[in-house]
């Protein structure tokens, strides 16, 4: 199972930009969809958006469409999520994910097998 580790969290103002990192213990090149999800206080953890195993295809929640950007570097066995303009809504823990499912459209946390700790996101007004 691939060990994944998030970085990039912290505090930042209404309108900002954040870059999350994702480093996945072993080669993630056409052998993982990667994602990531997010939850806030309260909440039940919730897809933020998936890059498929080829690069290809990108895959993102509606409140993030347009301003949040996944990528991967499967040289390094990296992800990113580009996080700008960002809102008070976004502030979460952001978790990062592997799932061996190659197809689709839509994604759910139970697709993914292998999840990360987590970082905080804190967005202020």
């Known amino acids: 199972q691939v060990q994944l580790e998030e970085s990039g969290g912290g505090l930042v103002q209404t309108g900002g930009s954040l870059r999350l990192s994702c480093a996945a213990s072993?080669?993630?090149?056409?052998?993982?969809?990667m994602g990531w999800f997010r939850q806030a206080p309260g909440n039940q953890r919730v897809f933020v958006a998936a890059i498929s195993m080829s690069g290809r295809n990108t895959y993102y929640a509606d409140s993030v469409e347009d301003r949040f950007t996944i990528s991967r570097d499967d040289a390094k066995n990296m992800v990113y999520l580009q996080m700008n303009s960002l809102k008070p809504e976004d502030t979460a823990v952001y978790y990062c994910?592997?799932?061996?499912?190659?197809?689709?459209?839509?994604?759910?946390?139970?697709?993914?097998?292998?999840w990360g700790q987590g970082t905080q996101v804190t967005v202020s007004s």
């Open positions: 072993e080669r993630t090149a056409n052998s993982y969809t």
């Open positions: 994910a592997a799932s061996t499912r190659r197809y689709g459209s839509r994604w759910y946390g139970s697709d993914f097998g292998s």
